[in-house]
């Protein structure tokens, strides 16, 4: 993967773009105890649409914007949206018509919506059609906010001028942290979360597969950034519970399986004075002052936050 496709080279552009990220990023909640469609139905339905994306030769990335479009839309309190929650025949409508609209932005080549209906073999025309008119008027044409592979790549836009990697190294790392977060999308528990923290849980997680020389170079970097920008992002046990999920999600362990403690952190770092110099320049970088320094990540946190996966 060629790393400047993903990754922003200059830092003022970096630094402007991430904090405009942070500021639209949004928390979902849709799912009631007593919803019909169930978070299964969910996941079977992203599965879905990661095979229509690979058959239309489609960005697997569409899949994500998609499902966040269906989590923001059944967020709304309504009424009107909530039925969509108890009918899995409009949920599975209201999926593949985001997955549609998703494609329509993004692709050069779009999918029209009759080849969509025919894809889906259950749903006209004129019903995607209609579909997509609701959706844009409930989320008031705010079709999408940031994902974690977009908070993913702003944060390591951040860290390329303190790390010194191959380019080879580089998209290695880029393409198990896309992995990670694909598979995030499977998980409505991921949709609950910011798309930063996410986005930290894939990076933490794909640097655990490579060796230390390569990982641990950017993991000082990436604390030193944590350290600066610490009240921006969310507390270290949900970061690294989210960590723990993803990586119980991508190795395909049961639900019934418990995770590891999640306040164990995927590497101690020493906060040396490498780390010091490095978080001076992320300082400098994000213009954040007075920031509070309380919580470090990349050292134990108490051990008081657990997760199941």
């Avoid at 709304?76 to 929650?85: D, E, F, N, P």
């Avoid at 409508?93 to 549609?100: C, E, G, K, Q």
């Avoid at 993004?106 to 894809?119: C, H, P, Q, T, Y």
């Avoid at 580089?170 to 986005?199: C, H, K, M, N």
């Amino acid at each position: 993967m060629p790393i400047y496709d993903c990754l922003i080279q200059d830092t003022s552009s970096a630094v402007d773009s991430f904090l405009v990220l942070l500021q639209k990023e949004q928390r979902c909640n849709c799912f009631k105890q007593n919803s019909l469609v169930t978070e299964s139905d969910r996941m079977k339905m992203v599965d879905w649409c990661y095979k229509i994306a690979e058959i239309s030769q489609s960005d697997s990335e569409n899949v994500s914007m998609a499902m966040q479009m269906v989590d923001r839309f059944l967020s709304k309190s309504s009424g009107s949206t909530q039925v969509y929650l108890n009918d899995r025949s409009r949920f599975q409508l209201l999926v593949i018509t985001a997955l549609y609209i998703a494609i329509k932005v993004n692709d050069s080549m779009a999918l029209g919506s009759d080849v969509v209906s025919e894809m889906s073999g259950m749903y006209s025309v004129q019903e995607i059609e209609a579909m997509e008119l609701t959706i844009l008027q409930v989320l008031d044409w705010r079709i999408f906010a940031p994902t974690s592979i977009q908070m993913a790549h702003n944060i390591l836009s951040l860290l390329l001028p303190h790390v010194t990697l191959e380019e080879s190294m580089w998209g290695l790392i880029l393409e198990e942290v896309r992995y990670q977060t694909e598979y995030a999308v499977r998980d409505y528990y991921f949709s609950t979360q910011l798309p930063s923290t996410v986005a930290l849980a894939a990076i933490f997680n794909a640097l655990d597969r490579f060796d230390s020389n390569v990982s641990q170079s950017i993991l000082l970097a990436l604390q030193a950034l944590l350290f600066v920008m610490d009240e921006r992002f969310a507390p270290p046990p949900e970061v690294f519970a989210a960590k723990d999920r993803l990586k119980c999600l991508v190795e395909g362990r049961e639900s019934t399986e418990e995770a590891p403690v999640a306040s164990e952190t995927p590497r101690k770092l020493e906060a040396g004075s490498t780390s010091r110099r490095l978080g001076d320049s992320f300082d400098e970088q994000m213009k954040s002052k007075n920031s509070p320094k309380n919580k470090k990540y990349g050292e134990s946190s108490p051990r008081t936050v657990t997760t199941t996966c």
